[in-house]
C-alpha cells in the first residue's frame, strides 16, 4: 500500500544523501591533494508505474549517482621543481606503478595521471614518491624521436636519467665570416698566404683544428685578379693527407655586389653547394658542413680593401660535460642541458587522451585506467590534437571547492533529516493503524 512505498522512499532518500555526504566529506578531504579530480553526486527519481485514474500513488524513491568529474582542470600550482609536471588542457601523462617495471607496459591497461611530482630514484627511473613512473619515447643519439604508434604502449619505455652521466656534442656544422685584404690581388701585390685556425669538436669530445689557408692569386694584368684558393686541413689527420678540400675563389669587384664571392670552383674534395653556399666536408670525426656563403652573400667570405679578418666564425658542438639540469618543454621534450651549454633531447613524452574522459576508470594517487566507458586511448603529441600543453615547474591543484561543498553539506544535512522524518511519520501512522485493533 502506499504508506509502504513512503517507508520505501525515506530509506532511499537516507541512501541516496549517505552517497553525497560520501562524495562530499572525499571532496573535503582531498581539498589540498594535487591533481584530485572532484566527485559529484545527481539524484534521480524512480518511479513506479500504476494505472491512470486509479487513485492509488505509490513512492518510488530517489537514486545517487556518483561522477568523478575527470574533465574537470585545477589551477596550476608553481613549484621550484623542473619536473614538478602538470599538463595546461586536455590530456594526461602515461605513467605506471614502479612494481611492474620488470613486466612492461605492454601486458598492463594504460594508466594515465594529470600531474606528478617526479624525482629521478635510485637507479635514475622518475618516479613520484607513490611509485608512479614517468613513461615516455626515447630520443635517437642525435636527438629525434622515432615514429611511434599512438594506439598502443609497446613504444614507452621508463625515463630513466643519469644524473653522473657526461655527454660530447660533436661539430657538425661551421659558418665562416672572414675578410680578405682585396690589395694583396693587385698588380705587384706579393702573394702572401693568409691562414686561419678554427677549433672544432670531435665525436668524443677531443678539442681539434681545421688549418684554413687562403692563397692570393697574382694579377697577369693591368687589374686585380680578385682571385684567391682556399685550402681546408684537418689536424686530426695525418699531415702528408690532410688536406679534405681546395677551391678556387673570385670575388665581385663591381656593384651592388662589391667584395662577395662571384665563383667558387672545386679543385680538390667535396663540390660547392651554391644554393646554400656550403662545402659538405669529411673530418677525422665525421660529416661536417661548412657555410662560406651563397654567391652575392655579404654574410660569407668577402674581399674588401681592409685587413685580413675573421669577422663572423660560429659553429655548433661542445666539449664533454655534465649533466647540470634536465627540463621538459610545451611539447612535452625533455632536455638535459649541460654545463658545456650543450642542449640534448633525451625523451618526448606524449599525452594520452580518451573521447569519454569521465568514464576513466579512478584508482589510487590520482591515475586512471581505460575502461569500456571511456573509450580508446591515443597518444598525442602536447598540443596537438585536443590536448592542450605540457608545463613544468607546476603542478595541478585540486578541483574542489571548499566553500561549495560545505554549502552541499548543509542541504545533505538538512536533506537527510527530512528523510528520517518521512521515516518516523511513516512509523507513527503505522502504529496508528495497529492501535485500531485494541
Known sequence: ????????????????????????????????????????????????????????????????????????????????????????????????????????????????????????????????????VLMGWPANADGTIPVQTRDAVGGLRPVVLNTNQTSADPTTRMSLGINLPAGATRPGAIPTPQSATIEYFGNLGTSENLLVTFTPTPATGALPSNGWTMEIRDAAMDPASNLIGSYALVFNDQPPSSGTLSSVTTLTGPAYDPATGELPLQVQGGPMTIGIGRLGDRNGLTQFAADFAPTNITKNG??????????????????????????????????????????????????????TTSGSFFLWDAGDGPTGAIAGYAREGSTTDVASELTDLIQTQRAYSSNAKVIQTVDEMLQETTNIKR
Open 1 to 132: 500500500m502506499s504508506i509502504s512505498s513512503s517507508l520505501n522512499a525515506g530509506i532511499a532518500g537516507l541512501a541516496a544523501n549517505a552517497t553525497r555526504l560520501a562524495g562530499i566529506s572525499d571532496n573535503i578531504a582531498n581539498s589540498g591533494t594535487y591533481g584530485y579530480k572532484r566527485v559529484n553526486t545527481e539524484f534521480e527519481s524512480l518511479v513506479i508505474s500504476q494505472a491512470r485514474g486509479a487513485g492509488l500513488y505509490s513512492a518510488g524513491g530517489v537514486r545517487g549517482m556518483s561522477t568523478r568529474l575527470i574533465d574537470e582542470k585545477g589551477a596550476l600550482v608553481t613549484s621550484s621543481n623542473a619536473l614538478d609536471i602538470a599538463t595546461t588542457g586536455r590530456g594526461m601523462l602515461p605513467v605506471m606503478p614502479s612494481v611492474l617495471l620488470d613486466v612492461g607496459m605492454g601486458d598492463r591497461p594504460m594508466m594515465m595521471t594529470s600531474t606528478g611530482s617526479f624525482r629521478p630514484d635510485a637507479e635514475g627511473v622518475l618516479r613520484t614518491d607513490s611509485g608512479l
Open 318 to 371: 661542445s666539449p664533454v660535460g655534465n649533466l647540470a639540469t634536465v627540463e621538459i618543454d610545451e611539447q612535452g621534450m625533455l632536455r638535459a642541458t649541460y654545463d658545456t651549454g650543450f642542449i640534448r633531447t633525451l625523451y618526448q613524452i606524449p599525452l594520452v587522451d580518451v573521447p569519454n574522459l569521465n568514464g576513466l576508470t579512478a584508482l589510487n594517487n590520482q591515475t586512471y585506467q581505460v575502461s
